[in-house]
Nanobody
Framework: EPLVESGGGSVQAGGSLRLSCASAEVSDVHWIECIAWFRQIPGNRRELVASIYIENSLTWYHWSVKGRFTISQDKSRKSVVLQMNNLKAEDTAMYSC????????????????WGQGIQVTVSP
C-alpha cells in the first residue's frame, strides 16, 4: 500500500501549506526509521526537501527551505507533517513522501514505500 498524503494545493507567495504523510499499514510502524519529503519539477530530478528520524526526531532540511519548512511527527495521528511557511514560487512542485527502514537517504529509490505525490502550486 502506498503512503497516504494530504494537504497541498495552491497558494500565493508568502502563504502557508501543510502536508501530511501517513501509512495505512499498521505493521509499518515497526520498521519505519525515516520519513522524507521529496519534490520534483517536470524535467528536473527529484530532490530531498526534508527528512526526520522517527526514533529521535532528528531532522534535515534542504538549504532552500531552512527557516521556512518544518518537518515533525504527529504521534497521535501516526503521521509526519511538513509545515511550509513563507512559500515562494520556486517551491512549486509535486511533493512526495517516502518511508525507509535503514535511515534517511537523499535518493528516492532507496526508500521502501512511497506516496503517490501531491501538487503544491505557489503563485507569485
Amino acid at each position: 500500500e502506498p503512503l497516504v498524503e494530504s494537504g497541498g494545493g495552491s497558494v500565493q507567495a508568502g502563504g502557508s501549506l501543510r502536508l501530511s504523510c501517513a501509512s495505512a499499514e499498521v505493521s509499518d510502524v515497526h520498521w519505519i526509521e525515516c520519513i522524507a519529503w521529496f519534490r520534483q519539477i517536470p524535467g528536473n530530478r527529484r530532490e530531498l526537501v526534508a527528512s526526520i528520524y522517527i526514533e529521535n526526531s532528528l531532522t534535515w532540511y534542504h538549504w532552500s527551505v531552512k527557516g521556512r519548512f518544518t518537518i515533525s511527527q504527529d504521534k497521535s495521528r501516526k503521521s509526519v507533517v511538513l509545515q511550509m511557511n513563507n512559500l515562494k514560487a520556486e517551491d512549486t512542485a509535486m511533493y512526495s513522501c517516502a518511508a525507509g527502514g535503514g535511515g534517511c537517504y537523499d535518493s528516492f529509490d532507496l526508500y521502501k514505500r512511497w506516496g503517490q505525490g501531491i501538487q503544491v502550486t505557489v503563485s507569485p
